[in-house]
């Protein structure tokens, strides 16, 4: 244990040490990056908005400088610390795993970081924004001063889920009760995303297996003069017929001995047993049929709905039976149907001699 405290000592005086200067280690010539700070200027913004911004903009240049704990950057002063020795030595080792090299100023690009602050305004609703930036040096670190004029942020006037009369289009309409989207609101591109991602859960409910929010596309209409948009909601037009379509459960075969050594022998259909709508592969008989009758919610002739395919597989999994559980789904040619397979790996059997032993300790 002493010279355990020895080695903890030393490091922590090998930091101390250290600590008086961040930038012993920098290459010659370099700066020690410091970080960033963001001015905001624009019409109707709070103070509380204006703070908000701020934080978001210096939060996503690049670099990051040296991460800081309490202020006090301990993973660089670790890596000044031991900064020359070995990389298989132990303390060479130890700079390696907790510390962090410096961040330098020359590694960070002005021009990209105006456009990265500008774009991520865009996507907030500031349309009109502009974004410049500099490099600030004092002795031997650097720092990055930005100033972002906003203009007005963009309010969402109305909402409108457009298209055809198709089948995927209605149920799209229907969803719209439910949209994220609020009139009076900003413009927010993640706010969209997360739209997307809600009208392609309802979907998922309804049979559309094979939809995906990018079949999805937000038209946004800015052109009134009043810093409003209208945005419409409209399916893209190469969207595959696969993904239009809505689809029933074929048939379900559960495979419960499966492993990639017997995986051939496993998944053969021809060795499958019909119980109450399932078809079970089970050649060592290991389990009851009902078992899967009770855990499985599709049933054959079923439109498919995500819930019932999760549910499934949490029942299956909460059996306590099962290493693993593996599901896929396959389309039946011609047809809007979907054959459901589910491959399950047996827990290794316990011998009595394992358990009793357990059982003592």
Known sequence: MGKERQIILFVFACLF????????????????????KVEITGPNLTSG????LRNELAAITRPRPNARLFGIPFKLMIYNAFGNRRPDSFFGKLRDKFGQPPVLLSNFDVDRNNKILENHLENRGFFNAAVTGDTVVKGKKGSALFKAETGNQYLIDSISFDGDSGRLEQVIRESGAATLLKSGDPYNLDVIKGERTRIDAFLKERGFYYFNPDFLLAQ?????????????IIVKPDVP??????YTINDVFIYTGYNLSTANLDTNKANAKFHEGYYIVDRRNRFKPKLFAQAMQFSPGELYNRTDHNLSINRLINLDEFKFVRNRFEPVPDSAKLDAYYYLTPMPKKSLRAEVDVTKA
Do not use: F, I, N
């Open 49 to 52: 908005q204006k703070k908000s």
């Open 241 to 246: 017929e696969q993904a239009r379509t809505p």
């Open 17 to 36: 040490w250290s600590a008086c200067s961040t930038t012993r280690t920098l290459p010659e010539g370099e700066k020690l990056y410091t970080g960033a």
């Open 220 to 232: 946004v209409d800015s052109t009134d003069g009043l810093h409003k948009v209208d945005m419409r």
